[in-house]
C-alpha cells in the first residue's frame, strides 16, 4: 500500500523521444507535484496541481507537460528530450497548503531518466 | 523570491558525536521550515519541522532551531548512529498561499563507525 508511486523507476531513451512518467498517490491529499533533481541532488520544483489544476508553473521548458486526469493522479509528459533532461524526478502529494497543520510533502520514490 | 543556503554540503562525524546542519533563508515572509532525509535510492521524508512562531523543536535526537531575526535555522542530531548516513535537505515556504517549497542544496552526511 505504497502512498506515492511512480512509474517506471528506470526510463533510459534517445534523444528527441518522446515519454512519460506516472503518478498516482492513494492518501486523499489535494496537491500534487513534480520535482527535478539533477545530479548534484538539488531539488527544484517543476509543478504543482491542486484538484487537478496548475498553481505552480516554473521556468521549464514547454517540452514537459504536466497533466492531472483526477486529483490522485499527475503524469509528466517530455517531448524531444534532450540530454540535459537527465535527472531523477519526483511526484510528491501533500494536503491541501490552505491547511496549516498539512504541509508535508510525501515523495514518491522516483524515476531516473537517462537520455543518451 | 525566496532562496534557501545550506552548509556544509558534506559532513563526516564519528557514531555518537553531534551532527549540526545550517541553513540562511532571504524571504522575510517565510514562516514554515521543514527538513528532509534522502535515504540512498529513495525519495526525501520529512524529518521535522518548525514554524515561525515556534524558537525550538525537539524530537528524540534530532532538533531544530529557527532565529527568525537573522533567518537562519539548524538541525541538530545527537548522538549519530550509522542510519543517520543520508542526505539532508533544509527548506522554507509560507503556508498561507499557493506556495512552494524552496529547498536548500542538501548536506551528505556520513557516520563514520
Known amino acids: 500500500d505504497t502512498a506515492v508511486s511512480q512509474t517506471p523507476k528506470y526510463l533510459v531513451t534517445q534523444m528527441g523521444n518522446d515519454k512519460s512518467i506516472k503518478c498516482e498517490q492513494n492518501?486523499?491529499?489535494?496537491?500534487m507535484y513534480w520535482y527535478k533533481q539533477d545530479s548534484k541532488k538539488f531539488l527544484k520544483i517543476m509543478f504543482s496541481y491542486n484538484n487537478k489544476e496548475l498553481i505552480i508553473n516554473e521556468t521549464v521548458p514547454n517540452r514537459f507537460s504536466p497533466k492531472s486526469p483526477d486529483k490522485a493522479h499527475l503524469n509528466l509528459h517530455i517531448n524531444s528530450l534532450e540530454l540535459g533532461d537527465s535527472a531523477v524526478y519526483f511526484c510528491?502529494?501533500?494536503?491541501?497548503?490552505?491547511?496549516?497543520?498539512?504541509?508535508?510533502?510525501?515523495f514518491g520514490p522516483g524515476t531516473r531518466l537517462t537520455v543518451l | 523570491g525566496e532562496n534557501v543556503e545550506q552548509h556544509p554540503s558534506t559532513l563526516s562525524v564519528q557514531e555518537g558525536d553531534s551532527a549540526v546542519i545550517k541553513c540562511t533563508y532571504s524571504?522575510?515572509?517565510?514562516?514554515?521550515f521543514p527538513w528532509y532525509k534522502q535515504e540512498l535510492g529513495k525519495g526525501p521524508q520529512l524529518i521535522i519541522d518548525i514554524r515561525s512562531n515556534v524558537g525550538e523543536k525537539k524530537d528524540q535526537r534530532i532538533a531544530v532551531t529557527l532565529n527568525k531575526t537573522a533567518k537562519h535555522f539548524s538541525l541538530h542530531i545527537t548522538e549519530t548512529q550509522p542510519e543517520d548516513s543520508a542526505v539532508y535537505f533544509c527548506a522554507a515556504s509560507m503556508y498561507s498561499s499557493a506556495s512552494k517549497i524552496i529547498f536548500g542544496s542538501g548536506t551528505r552526511l556520513s557516520i563514520r563507525p
Open positions: 510528491a502529494s501533500s494536503q491541501d497548503e490552505s491547511l496549516p497543520l498539512y504541509n508535508e510533502q510525501f
Open positions: 492518501l486523499g491529499h489535494d496537491t
Open positions: 524571504d522575510s515572509a517565510s514562516n514554515y
